[in-house]
């Protein structure tokens, strides 16, 4: 981007501030110091709308707005804290801060193991710094990457946060920005990478002031969720300034290790030089400065690998995405549910697309959508694509927002996290699914504008038609829709729990251990699908190991006879193990093939074999 200053309030030396906003709208700005002394300084503007200041005795914790054309005052468009709200004064932040991560160079994507959570319903607290006591057990889990759903600030104290209003400010209720270095700055001590969620498809529609600045938004496009970012129309560089800059401060200036954008087919570009491609360009020269990693893994539902591809062979260049379709399919193999999306979906052969090449969908009809849907993503690697039995969309954007643990068997539980652990791609865990958490993670909001919690009431009623979920749909503005979110972790000494958590660490254990598990290469891979009965069994081959395995989804046992190359395979993982509260296993050990090798499962199976491989 440009050398002009960052946006915002900046601490210079000698006492004095730099305030920069972009306003081309506004012919004068001035800016308005309501504490720690009321003052009102003219701002000087340039020809691109750029106004700025300078001011004198003015250090950290001072707050202040901006007024415009002098009969309006709204707070700074990238504010870093927003201590009194979303309609309130901004704060001046002081960015020091005593980092002891001088030698962190980040976690290798390939060796991502991410666990999102939700800061203010991961503990009773609900701030960064009580997340820091836990990291010790999400690292003794095999968790690698802590991933935060989005903190940039939302109104009230209760939200997902993809209502944010404020792209640069740290929620102020979560421990602002102090808070957030703390935190990121404890994983790295922990050999944790720390992923953020932001949200640059829209902004929330409570306390969003951008439009009376500057053309952030426009109306040639819409989203599900209201005005569209303009990233392509008149204006658009320096709208995209303001994002990318946004980008840039959570990997420079909170060492932030991934970036995981919300939605990115609700970005609307047609330019020759797409957004997306810019910042994750900016993204990677600015950790290269910094000595470190940095990725952007994207959210989207187009199954579209030109996101993945290098610009250089047509695509955007991103690091990875998260793969929607894998989930789906092992949702309806698991539940039978097939309403709304998971109309597409049903039988092993979704699956089993989805486990050889990252989509299930590569240019098929979808009947949900009624059209083609996605396209090849032959070329792809397997760590471009991040897959789970559960995360906040899939558990939250349910009329009761059941989490698996509330809808299948226990053994259904391990038959999920074995598909997902024991895939070629990066598994994610959504918070608590390691011990079966059964608190419903519900939609909640705590909006102050009474039309808009009405209308937001309304929407998600009308959402969930297409799945006919019984029952009515809690209110999100209640306060109790919050506190039944917020997790249990009383349930990890549960028995059902303990040995939960436990499988969840031996998958985990086992595929740092096994080379084709560690770094698998979806052109080293064999996958047979049967539907009946309903198994996926895969082979996977790297470094002179070999490992060899079978998903049983049925509720019957079945006697099965499968290829496997001739030769002894040692049982690595077997889900019936009375270790991991399972009913005893009659499967052999060593398992002798000769071409072929005939296997009686036992229903819900997850069974794991490997030769020339690390010692047990």
């Keep these: 981007m440009s050398a002009r200053p960052r946006l915002g309030a900046t601490l210079l030396d000698g006492g004095r501030a730099r305030f920069l906003v972009w306003a081309p709208f506004a012919r004068r700005v001035d800016l308005h110091l309501v504490a720690p002394e009321d003052r009102v300084l003219p701002m000087a503007r340039d020809d691109q709308g750029y106004h700025e200041a300078v001011v004198d005795g003015c250090g950290a914790g001072a707050r202040y707005r901006y007024r415009l054309d002098g009969d309006r005052e709204r707070p700074d468009p990238a ?9 309130g004064p901004s704060e001046v932040v002081d960015d020091a801060f005593p980092w002891t991560d001088a030698g962190w160079s980040g976690i290798p994507l390939a060796e991502s193991v991410f666990y999102e959570l939700h800061v203010g319903t991961f503990t009773p607290e609900g701030t960064f710094d009580a997340v820091i006591p836990r990291l010790p057990a999400l690292r003794d889990l095999g968790v690698t990457v802590v991933e935060l759903m989005p903190v940039a600030q939302f109104p009230g104290t209760r939200n997902w946060g993809y209502d944010g209003a404020y792209p640069y400010a740290v929620q102020a209720s979560y421990g602002g920005p102090a808070g957030l270095r703390r935190l990121v700055d404890a994983c790295h001590a922990a050999g944790l990478g720390v992923a953020l969620d932001v949200v640059y498809n829209h902004l929330g529609p409570e306390g969003n002031y951008l439009g009376e600045f500057a053309p952030y938004f426009t109306d040639r496009y819409r989203t599900p969720w209201g005005s569209a970012i303009n990233f392509d129309g008149p204006g658009s560089d320096e709208v995209r300034r303001y994002f990318i800059d946004n980008a840039l401060q959570w990997v420079a200036e909170f060492h932030v290790d991934v970036l995981r954008l919300d939605a990115v087919h609700a970005i609307c570009d047609a330019t020759a030089v797409p957004f997306l491609q810019e910042l994750a360009e900016a993204v990677r020269r600015a950790a290269a400065e ?20 290098p610009a250089a062979a047509g695509g955007l260049g991103l690091d990875g995405q998260w793969s929607d379709d894998l989930h789906h399919a092992l949702h309806v193999l698991l539940t039978g549910e097939r309403g709304g999306y998971y109309a597409d979906f049903g039988g092993v052969e979704p ?34 694509f991040v897959v789970c039995a559960q995360n906040h969309d899939q558990v939250g954007n349910r009329a009761h927002g059941d989490r698996l643990a509330a809808l299948v068997p226990f053994e259904s539980l391990k038959l999920a996290a074995g598909t997902v652990i024991l895939s070629p ?52 503005q209640a306060e109790e829709t919050f506190a039944r979110a917020r997790l249990r972790p009383e349930r990890r000494e549960t028995p059902g729990g303990a040995a939960l958590l436990a499988w ?41 190991a070999e490992v060899f395995g079978v998903l049983h989804f049925g509720a019957s046992p079945a006697a099965v006879s499968l290829p496997l190359p001739a030769g002894d395979w040692r049982k690595l993982l077997d889900a019936s193990d009375p270790r991991w509260r399972g009913g005893g296993s009659s499967l052999p050990d060593p398992l002798r093939a000769d071409g072929g090798a005939t296997l009686d499962l036992p229903p819900r199976a997850v069974v794991l074999y490997g030769r020339g491989g690390p010692p047990a």
């Excluded at 504010?79 to 309609?87: F, W």
């Excluded at 096994?514 to 699908?529: G, R, S, Y």
Aim: hydrophobic share 35%.
């Design 290 to 309: 910094a000595g470190r990693r940095a990725c952007v893994v994207a959210e989207s539902n187009l199954n579209d690998a030109r996101l993945l591809r």
């Design 79 to 87: 504010s870093r804290l927003q201590p009194e709200g979303v309609h």
């Design 504 to 544: 969840h660490r031996e998958l985990l254990r086992l595929r740092r251990a096994w080379p084709p598990l560690a770094a698998p290469d979806l052109e080293a891979q064999e996958v047979v699908a049967r539907e009946t009965p309903p198994l996926l069994a895969f082979r996977r081959w790297k470094d002179g």
């Design 351 to 384: 699956l089993a697309r989805a486990w050889r090449q990252g989509y299930a969908f590569t240019g098929q009809r979808s009947v949900y959508r009624g059209r083609r849907h996605g396209n090849d993503p032959r070329g792809c690697r397997a760590e471009q």
């Design 425 to 476: 791609f990066l598994p994610l865990l959504f918070m608590g699914e390691e011990y079966g958490e059964t608190a419903p993670f519900l939609y909640f909001v705590s909006h102050g504008d009474p039309g808009l919690i009405e209308a937001v009431r309304k929407g998600r009623r009308e959402e969930f038609a297409s799945f006919a979920w019984s029952g009515g749909v809690p209110d999100p």
